[in-house]
């Protein structure tokens, strides 16, 4: 039977738990930091000499972490990437800018175990010789920043944060920064272009990889609030141990937010890649299935920015071992593990953990509108593709879910999504506007093509009515045969 399988919310739905300091002290708090802080060098076979930080950045790799926020990137490696030789100062910068619709994992922790964060940013800011740091924190998260401010002046007062953190002579002062509200912000480099007080228009990449040109062109590193969460229990039991959890190359627990048309809608901890889809929605333990009578249509699983997948759907996946084999397999979406390969195989991603699921009480038009409409009004504006694309795909999807549709409106949806992304935008936005409106037009577009119909045929009904009106007010007037209207111009192809 699926379970969950607790580590970052361990402690954090037992009855009693708060967070505040002295909680999170009884229950082993800010041990793993003195751990982590005191290591002693290690000299290994080949005479190098591993510093307490260079042990930590090792155990990092070694424990297979991949980020949390979205994108999947190995965390040593993003890590690894960091100019250590320029000179300038380094600095972390914690993502808690959570706004991808869906998501509601990482203010979990925010609101409930905030000091388990913060010992975590600690621990990763020490291992990459950061001496300030960030907290970005979404803007309608009002009470998660107080809980946040609350948590570090604890943090300070005990002498786990400030001048000289647990006598180990470590320097370290984080700051919490509000954002205000927009999505764009998520993107690394439109955070650090708001951070620094400008409007926050993503960077081009090259040249400006945080790692090099970050915060202040300097070297920076962005992990979202789980991946940090993570650095503690990496340190505690060790890489290896930690890559024991989950699966090969998904390594540790995953956080999942489950909504929509589920029974039990919430957010669970999974060992990545032990759980499938199906079991996700439809086991006790989890989702508990859709309400009564309804069937289910369609999955988003990872954020609305995922492309989606329909009901009974079946995806081929193609997979290359370690021996270099590739094998093919057919598999229903519901049978598909929980993890990032897999996904991505099969189409789709698992982007932020959040899961979407959709019954046949809703339109997938108007599923889609209400997605569209979200793109177009988070848009930056800074690519052309991306500002006018996304605004024409929800004025389009507006009309036809508004009943003023027409039988091509499916097909100029794709067109105009086929044209915003492939390297055509400076950040992943124009992607991510995109991919909602390719996988739900193509995977259900006889919804859309018969709204399109309906609303025509409703037209020419009202068209024919309006002109036989005409002629019976006129005496003696032949009645004028109604004739559709023709359509409006195409617009060219590859455009």
Not at 326 to 347: K, M, Q
Not at 405 to 427: E, K, Q, S, V
Not at 428 to 436: N, V
Request: with cysteine; net charge neutral.
């Amino acid at each position: 039977m699926p379970a969950e399988y607790r580590l970052i919310l361990k402690h954090a739905s037992e009855p009693g738990y708060t967070p505040d300091l002295a909680c999170y002290l009884r229950h082993g708090g800010y041990e793993t930091l003195r751990k982590g802080l005191t290591l002693p060098p290690k000299t290994l076979p080949d005479g190098r000499v591993l510093s307490a930080q260079e042990q930590i950045r090792e155990e990092v790799l070694r424990s297979g972490l991949r980020g949390r926020g979205g994108a999947g990137f190995s965390c040593g490696m993003k890590w690894n990437f960091v100019d250590r030789k320029s000179g300038k100062p380094i600095y972390l910068i914690c993502n808690a800018d959570e706004s991808e619709p869906g998501t509601f994992k990482d203010r979990q922790i925010i609101y409930r175990d905030p000091h388990q964060l913060l010992e975590g940013m600690i621990l990763a800011c020490f291992a990459n010789d950061v001496h300030l740091a960030f907290i970005y924190i979404r803007g309608e998260f009002v009470e998660g920043a107080r809980i946040l401010e609350r948590a570090l002046e604890e943090a300070r007062a005990h002498g786990f944060l400030g001048r000289n953190i647990l006598g180990t002579g470590y320097d370290l002062e984080i700051y919490v920064h509000r954002g205000a509200g927009a999505y764009i912000c998520g993107e690394e480099t439109g955070l650090i272009e708001s951070l620094e007080g400008k409007r926050p228009y993503p960077r081009i990449k090259p040249p400006y990889f945080p790692a090099v040109l970050g915060l202040y062109m300097c070297p920076t590193i962005v992990n979202n609030v789980e991946t940090l969460c993570n650095i503690k229990h990496i340190v505690a039991m060790g890489g290896a141990e930690f890559a024991r959890i989950g699966t090969p190359n998904n390594t540790g627990t995953r956080l999942v937010s489950l909504s929509g048309h589920v029974r039990r809608p919430g957010c669970y901890e999974i060992e990545t890649g032990k759980v499938t889809l199906g079991e996700l929605i439809f086991d006790p333990a989890f989702g508990g299935g859709l309400r009564e009578g309804r069937q289910l249509q369609a999955i988003i699983p990872g954020g609305v920015s995922a492309k989606v997948f329909r009901a009974g759907e079946r995806v081929t996946l193609r997979r290359r071992g370690l021996d270099g084999k590739e094998t093919v397999e057919e598999r229903d979406v519901l049978d598909l593990p929980y993890d990032f390969d897999t996904l991505i195989a099969a189409g789709s991603m698992s982007g932020s953990g959040a899961i979407i699921v959709v019954d046949d009480s809703v339109s997938m038009v108007e599923v889609l509108a209400n997605i569209s409409a979200f793109f177009a009004h988070e848009s930056c504006g800074q690519c052309t593709p991306c500002r006018e694309g996304s605004l024409w795909m929800a004025k389009i999807l507006q009309r036809l879910a508004a009943g003023q549709g027409r039988r091509r409106d499916a097909d100029d949806l794709l067109h105009i999504a086929d044209n915003i992304p492939g390297g055509r935008t400076i950040c992943a936005f124009g992607d991510a506007c995109s991919w909602p409106v390719q996988s739900t037009v193509q995977k259900f577009k006889e919804q859309f093509v018969a709204r399109g119909a309906e609303a025509e045929a409703r037209r020419a009904a009202q068209r024919a009515a309006s002109a036989a009106s005409a002629a019976a007010s006129t005496p003696g007037r032949a009645p004028v045969e109604a004739t559709a209207q023709p359509s409006p111009v195409a617009i060219p192809s590859g455009s």
